[in-house]
């Protein structure tokens, strides 16, 4: 009788930390993500807001306990690099769709398309395209999409803090856009076509920056590829500390008995707290274990903590 083989385990690693993924074109987010996850060979990780396929960029990645902060990063404000086309509307609002409409192009200059800009600087409302992954009665709005079936959308509120023309050239424009979570560059880019009469749509989208982090930092899957040749260690240096996406709260620092006890769910005096707000919370050694709310009678009680062995 032949002896069993036993089955081999594929032993997950207990990975902690950021990774700032330089995300490429033609790879969805998710599929990124997985690549990653598994060059690290690493049991948890998530990213902190979705790129479309054919956009490129910074794609924050949280392994292990920094996925505890990622729902900050996905709140944070965000920076794309947008390169435009005048007088085509696509079925997608960028380059990958199909052609609605094509329209003459008028005369511009630069001081009419910033001055066209004015209009949707600020605290604006935004209809969702229908080829995006938000959800329908439990569905995908681009599984609609791609059925040629259209849904009715709820406007959603946005912020834009800034636009900046790089360039404009006839039929094409370059801008940079500041903006707030949530915002849709395919449909802005649309708004402003429309704005100017003639539609456009997007050509090329990269994310710049998100939250505290700027794509000038960022690694590409082929780099990390590269790396993981040297050994992990060599990759756990590519990451950065769970308190880095975190540095706009400002930072206390606890005794070891006051570390204990906010462990433990009580909350923690702390003389000269304001009355409201987020802290970074260190403990006495200055390692950073999570995040705390502020409440009554200077009090600070834990609202995220990191856990690592």
Same mark, same amino acid.
């Given at each position: 009788?032949?002896?069993?083989?036993?089955?081999?385990?594929?032993?997950?690693?207990?990975?902690?930390?950021?990774? @700032?993924?330089?995300?490429?074109?033609?790879?969805?987010?998710?599929?990124?993500? !997985?690549?990653?996850?598994?060059?690290?060979?690493?049991?948890?990780?998530?990213?902190?807001?979705?790129?479309?396929?054919?956009?490129?960029?910074?794609?924050?990645?949280?392994?292990?306990?920094?996925?505890?902060?990622?729902?900050?990063?996905?709140?944070?404000?965000?920076?794309?690099?947008?390169?435009?086309?005048?007088?085509?509307?696509?079925?997608?609002?960028?380059?990958?769709?199909?052609?609605?409409?094509?329209?003459?192009?008028? !005369?511009?200059?630069?001081?009419?398309?910033?001055?066209?800009?004015?209009?949707?600087?600020?605290?604006?409302?935004?209809?969702?395209?229908?080829?995006?992954?938000?959800?329908?009665?439990?569905?995908?709005?681009?599984?609609?999409?791609?059925?040629?079936?259209?849904?009715?959308?709820?406007?959603?509120?946005?912020?834009?803090?800034?636009?900046?023309? @790089?360039?404009?050239?006839?039929?094409?424009?370059?801008?940079?856009?500041?903006?707030?979570?949530?915002?849709?560059?395919?449909?802005?880019?649309?708004?402003?076509?429309?704005?100017?009469?003639?539609?456009?749509?997007?050509?090329? @989208?990269?994310?710049?920056?998100?939250?505290?982090?700027? !794509?000038?930092?960022?690694?590409?899957?082929?780099?990390?590829?590269?790396?993981?040749?040297?050994?992990?260690?060599?990759?756990?240096?590519?990451?950065?500390?769970?308190?880095?996406?975190?540095?706009?709260?400002?930072?206390?620092?606890?005794?070891?008995?006051?570390?204990?006890?906010?462990?433990?769910?009580?909350?923690?005096?702390?003389?000269?707290?304001?009355?409201?707000?987020?802290?970074?919370?260190?403990?006495?050694s200055n390692e950073f274990i999570g995040l705390g709310d502020v409440i009554k009678n200077s009090q600070i009680k834990a609202k995220?903590?990191?856990?690592?062995?």
């Open positions: 009788m032949k002896k069993m083989e036993k089955r081999k385990t594929n032993i997950k690693n207990n990975v902690n930390g950021i990774l @700032l993924l330089d995300k490429p074109t033609g790879l969805s987010s998710n599929r990124s993500l !997985q690549n990653v996850k598994r060059i690290y060979n690493a049991k948890k990780a998530g990213h902190t807001g979705s790129l479309d396929v054919p956009a490129s960029g910074l794609l924050p990645i949280c392994f292990g306990e920094a996925t505890k902060v990622s729902g900050y990063l996905l709140n944070s404000n965000k920076k794309y690099f947008v390169q435009c086309k005048l007088g085509k509307t696509t079925t997608t609002g960028d380059a990958m769709g199909d052609v609605l409409l094509v329209r003459p192009i008028p !005369q511009i200059s630069k001081i009419t398309l910033t001055t066209i800009f004015k209009d949707f600087i600020g605290n604006i409302q935004q209809i969702p395209p229908m080829f995006s992954s938000l959800k329908y009665n439990g569905k995908r709005l681009y599984e609609f999409a791609y059925n040629g079936v259209e849904v009715e959308r709820k406007a959603r509120d946005i912020r834009i803090y800034g636009i900046e023309l @790089l360039k404009i050239c006839n039929d094409y424009f370059e801008i940079k856009v500041f903006c707030s979570k949530g915002t849709y560059i395919r449909t802005l880019v649309e708004d402003i076509g429309e704005k100017i009469g003639c539609g456009a749509h997007v050509l090329s @989208l990269r994310r710049l920056e998100a939250g505290p982090f700027n !794509q000038l930092h960022s690694i590409t899957l082929e780099e990390i590829e590269f790396i993981a040749k040297k050994g992990q260690q060599a990759l756990y240096d590519l990451l950065l500390p769970i308190d880095t996406a975190l540095q706009d709260y400002p930072k206390i620092q606890l005794t070891e008995d006051e570390t204990y006890r906010l462990r433990q769910g009580q909350p923690v005096a702390i003389s000269g707290l304001p009355k409201l707000g987020q802290f970074r919370i260190y403990n006495d995220r903590l990191i856990n690592i062995v």
